[in-house]
């Protein structure tokens, strides 16, 4: 009964899988049938020569040189592009907890007609990627935009801003957030209406007010949804593609580069399979280091 999930799983996941890291230890060309064994040649340029540079550099000139030597873009062009998810990701890790937190706490009444305020929340998340970013490409418009008319005409800035230039990073996580927003504000409405009604009346008892309660119990109490949306965010601010591409394609210059569209350019701009295979398993083993360290250290057992 499982032989045709195991095939169509095998056909679709497991052996691109396979031939993808086959073919990181190779020099292979999009159009070529022809591939040259090069062993751990596209990892040492990739990874391990500039680290070991890195580390001398730390030792004679101090760790500011070698973090500034490893994220030059005309050096290393794909830790630079790393050092753009990892700034995408300080940004839209506690906005997206905050946003669908936020959200949920908003939510989490018994309001007349609140199922389809809900429902509007989460519209968002079933919109396209590609459509909304092409909706913020308005929204950032420098000249014709909604967010240059909202801030100017109210006062907030005299001159518009090209914010796809100008914080290309910031323009993306404030998209990304306001997409996200609603799942997580699911994750959380669901678990704030499994939250024990009991310690909350007991709290009340003892004369614990809103914050109160919301610091001592509803926080703790939310920490599993908490580490649970992290974790995700984490793992997707390391995979973002579609709206840098469709936003900036990684520009202006090497600003928004992520590493996505950096490996995407080189499979398909530039037809180096060999090196973008190897970038992509090198991007896997990132994300899963970075997965059991917040496991590892986020993770706390709740006690009721």
């Known amino acids: 009964m499982l032989l045709p999930d195991i095939l169509i799983f095998s056909a679709f996941v497991f052996l691109p899988v ?4 086959w073919l990181s230890f190779h020099e292979a060309y999009f159009f070529s049938s022809q591939f040259q064994w090069v062993g751990l040649a596209h990892y040492n340029d990739i990874l391990f020569h500039p680290l070991a540079e890195a580390a001398g550099i730390v030792v004679e000139e101090g760790p500011v040189a070698a973090y500034e030597f490893l994220t030059d873009p005309l050096r290393h062009p794909f830790l630079a592009s790393l050092k753009n998810n990892v700034y995408f990701g300080l940004l839209s890790i506690p906005g997206s907890v905050i946003a669908g937190l936020g959200l949920a706490l908003l939510v989490n009444t018994q309001l007349k007609g609140i199922k389809y305020i809900r429902t509007v929340y989460f519209l968002p998340v079933v919109t396209s990627m590609i459509v ?8 950032y418009n420098p000249t014709y935009g909604l967010l240059n008319w909202l801030l100017t005409t109210t006062g907030i800035l005299n001159d518009g801003v ?31 209406q499994g939250l024990p009604t009991e310690v909350y009346k007991a709290a009340r008892i003892d004369g614990a007010g809103r914050i109160a309660r919301f610091k001592n119990i509803t926080w703790p109490l939310l920490k599993p949804t908490t580490l649970f949306i992290v974790v995700m965010t984490t793992i997707g601010s390391f995979k973002v593609f579609t709206q840098v591409y469709v936003m900036t394609e990684g520009g202006p210059g090497f600003k928004s580069t992520v ?15 060999g090196e973008a295979s190897a970038m992509s398993f090198v991007l896997f083993g990132i994300i899963f280091v970075v997965t059991v360290i917040n496991m590892r250290y ?7």
């Not at 909304?132 to 929204?139: K, P, T």
Request: charged share 10%.
């Open 162 to 192: 090209i914010w796809l230039a100008d914080y290309p990073i910031l323009a993306i996580v404030a998209m990304t957030i306001w997409k996200g927003a609603g799942y997580n504000m699911l994750l959380y409405l669901a678990a704030l």
């Open 18 to 21: 396979v031939y993808a890291f």
């Open 298 to 304: 986020l993770n706390t057992d709740v006690e009721y």
């Open 259 to 273: 590493a996505v569209y950096y490996i995407y350019e080189k499979a398909f701009g530039e037809y180096l399979m």
């Open 132 to 139: 909304v970013a092409l909706v913020f490409n308005f929204i």
